[in-house]
């Protein structure tokens, strides 16, 4: 009989013991003034820079948003832990205005910042547009090539530093490291200020989603492009972003131009522009351009009155999430009534898909995300398809003309045993319109085609009445490896969110201490596991007696 006793009492102190465990694991802790406090002494401090015109009557403060990583945006309250919290954390307000920052746990590969705001999902709301919020922000590290401020030429002074005397790096010595012999900075202690000409999704239904740039916060509200405040170039401007990243505070800021290109296309799969003679000239040349997929042109002759583009895309893995804008010149294009989100992709438009098509900017704009992924390992199919309707040129022949595509995020993988991506198989391919070139990517096979409506222009001495659809394929190698980033958009959810009622130190490596209020205790949990291993020795002790 003793030893049922025994063994009920062990199995009551472990159920215990698990429920308590449970109960005290260390979660995210919200202080006195609504601001989020780390779970994890492991965090990199990042600042924002809150631009003015993002302040409203209800938006008053800068919110975080993460979905994968420690402290993983949920409902703060508990009271609903498996759907997410849009707009997330509030963050640490510091002493300079509109400069915010959060001590983000170091294993978050992506944020948003916004203006902890939800707007809700009825654009006809009057408050659906004063929800404001950056793109998705990789957040692990840049290596040399990946961003416009820190050029091949910046990473080999840091390296040159950091190998000679990491002293002359200052208090960002600790951001470059050495990864599989690449030199690579973190953005530790650094601040992502926005860039207002940089509409990464542009305006959806009101909803703005801006891009920027990290850069060195030297505190005070001044940042610049070196680690070294006085080696750099300098900024303090009220959140007047600089402009092409060297120092120009001219009132114009220029979108800078995308510098990776698509691999070389097969000449062979091409067709030679006609002669250049008057009687020779196209009507109308249309060029399909784009940073991952390849080029294609076609001419047309003054009957057309519609032109489509297509990019297709066939891959080893499907996809997860995409991101695009196309660009195109409305004063010779206008985005035709045929368009909708299943022309435009007829994978992804039946689930997850936003387009924002608009001839007033001449773009069309793109975003989806879907955790049971996105079919385009089977075949080669439409990623991208847009019709267009030719407008009145007449006066402006003959016209040349280029429908851009710029790629800026696409992540691909496999599914799981849940039928959902498994995050081990994630590989980003494109990110902030950048090709990833990595071993992990690399390991990811990519056939890409881009196709126009078939020419209708045939020179009147060419001899014959062909015509011709211009393609091309290419491989594409891509990249990126232990640094996955799961860039889905932000979802639509709501959360409460008050103003701040107070300001912290603004200080370069500061504290995470600010009177937060635990939502969970560690000390709890050791207690009771002490006091299980003391129970089990007793226990132990019993039972020797009773054999003897």
Known sequence: ????????????????????????????????????????????????????????????????????????????????????????????????????????????????????????????????????????????????????????AFFEAMETSYNGDKAALGDYAGNFFYDDDTFSMTFDNMIYVVDPNKLSVGEIGGKQQYGGEWYFYYGNGEYGTYPVKADGKVFNTEYQPPKNGAGNTDATTQQPETTLQSETKPDSETTAAPETTVSQVPFLTVNATSNFFPEATAYYNEDTKEVAVTYSLQSSKDVLNDEWILKYDPEILALSSKNSALTVSPVMGTNGSQYNLTDIAGEAHGVSSNLYLYNFSSEMQPFVTVVFDVLNITDKAPVNTTIDLDLKVLTVSKVGDDLQSNEDEEVTLVRDSKLIEDDKAKTVSVSTSTKLTESTFVPATAGNDSNTTETATAQKPTDDSDKTVNATPSPDATSAVGDHAASTADTVNGSNDNGAIQTGDASLALIVLTLLIAVTGVMFVIRKREMY
């Not at 993460?66 to 609903?80: E, F, L, R, V």
């Open 1 to 152: 009989m003793s030893k049922k006793i025994i063994s009920l009492l062990l199995a009551v102190i472990l159920t215990i013991s698990m429920v308590a465990v449970t109960a005290a694991s260390v979660s995210a802790s919200i202080d006195d003034n609504g601001c989020y406090v780390p779970s994890t002494d492991d965090t990199n401090r990042y600042y924002f820079y809150l631009p003015s015109d993002w302040c409203n009557d209800v938006a008053k403060a800068a919110g975080v948003y993460w979905w994968a990583g420690t402290d993983a945006c949920s409902a703060i309250d508990g009271s609903n832990p498996d759907s997410p919290a849009w707009p997330g954390y509030k963050a640490q307000p510091s002493d300079t205005a509109n400069v915010y920052y959060i001590d983000c746990p170091s294993d978050v590969g992506t944020i948003i910042w916004n203006n902890a705001f939800d707007g809700g999902e009825d654009p006809s709301d009057p408050n659906y547009a004063k929800a404001i919020q950056t793109s998705n922000i990789a957040c692990e590290y840049y290596s040399a090539g990946e961003a416009e401020n820190y050029d091949d």
